[in-house]
C-alpha cells in the first residue's frame, strides 16, 4: 500500500485561506452590526479594535504565505495588490490625527472586505477540480462582493440626504431591484449614489448570463457523461454476449458413449 505524501504548503495555505474567509465574515458582521447604525445616527468615524486586529491578520496572513511558498519574490509580486488591501487606515488615519471627511474614512473601512474575496477565490482554485464551477463561484464571490460594497456606499452617501432611504433595508431592496435591471422606485439624488446604482447594473447584467452558460454547460456536461455510460453499458453486454458465444463454441464436445454388444 502506498503513504500518501503530506504536502505542508496545500494544507497550510488552505487553512490561511479559511482563516482570512472567516475573518472577513466577522469585518462584515461589525460594519453591518456596528458601522450602518453609526452612519443613520451621525457621521462621526470610529474605529473598532475587531477591524485593526483584523486587518493585523491579514497582514501576518500575507507574510506567512509569502515564507511558505516555493518562490517568495514571485509571491510578492503577484499578490502585492493584498497589502494595500489590508491596511486598517481608518485606525490609523485616528491615531495620526489626520482629518478626512467621514464619508472618505468609511470607504477607507470597507477597503478590507476584498481582501477576504481574494482569499475565497485562491480557496477555491485549491479545493474545486472543476474549472468551470471553480470560475463560476469566483465570479458569483466577486458579484456578492461589489454589490454588498455598493449598499454601503449607497446607504453613507443617500441617507443623509434621501428621504426615500430610510434605513439600510431599503438599500437592500433597491440593490436586488437594480441588479435584476428592474429597475427600483429609489432614485438616487447623489453622484456617488448615481454611479453606485450603474455598477450594481452592470454587475447584474454581467453576472446573469454567465449563470445561464454555467447551468447550460453543466446539463450538456450531464447529457454528454449519460450518453457515454450508455454506450459503455451496450459495449459491456456485447462483450458479455460475444464472450459467452465464444466459450459455447470452443467447449469439449460430450464423449459419444459405445454401443454395447
Known amino acids: 500500500m502506498t503513504k500518501r505524501h503530506f504536502d505542508f504548503r496545500l494544507y497550510a495555505r488552505k487553512f490561511l485561506y479559511f482563516a482570512t474567509i472567516l475573518a472577513s465574515l466577522i469585518l462584515i458582521a461589525d460594519i453591518t452590526i456596528v458601522d450602518l447604525p453609526n452612519i443613520q445616527k451621525n457621521l462621526d468615524v470610529e474605529p473598532t479594535r475587531l477591524q485593526f486586529w483584523i486587518c493585523i491578520y491579514f497582514i501576518i496572513d500575507f507574510i506567512l504565505l509569502m515564507l511558505i511558498a516555493e518562490d517568495k519574490m514571485a509571491y510578492f509580486k503577484k499578490y502585492f495588490i493584498l497589502l494595500p488591501l489590508s491596511i486598517p487606515y481608518s485606525n490609523l488615519l485616528a491615531y495620526y490625527s489626520i482629518d478626512l471627511t467621514s464619508e472618505a474614512v468609511y470607504f477607507l473601512k470597507f477597503i478590507p ?19 468551470i464551477t471553480g470560475l463560476f463561484i469566483a465570479y458569483l464571490s466577486i458579484f456578492i462582493s461589489i454589490t454588498y460594497i455598493q449598499t454601503l456606499v449607497f446607504f453613507l452617501t443617500e441617507s443623509p440626504v434621501n428621504p426615500e432611504v430610510k434605513n439600510y433595508y431599503d438599500v437592500l431592496w433597491w440593490a436586488s431591484m437594480t441588479v435584476t435591471t428592474l429597475g427600483s422606485n429609489i432614485i438616487p439624488v447623489t453622484s456617488i449614489g448615481k454611479v453606485s446604482t450603474a455598477i450594481v447594473a452592470i454587475t447584474g447584467i454581467t453576472i446573469f448570463p454567465i449563470f445561464t452558460v454555467y447551468i447550460t454547460t453543466m ?11 450508455a454506450k459503455m453499458a451496450v459495449l459491456l453486454a456485447k462483450g458479455g454476449s460475444d464472450q459467452s458465444a465464444i466459450a459455447t463454441a470452443t467447449a469439449t464436445p460430450p464423449t459419444p458413449s459405445t454401443p454395447s454388444q
Open 113 to 131: 472586505i476584498f481582501r477576504g474575496v481574494f482569499a475565497l477565490i485562491l480557496l477555491i482554485n485549491l479545493v474545486i477540480s472543476n474549472r
Open 219 to 229: 446539463i450538456q456536461d450531464w447529457k454528454t457523461k449519460e450518453k457515454e455510460q
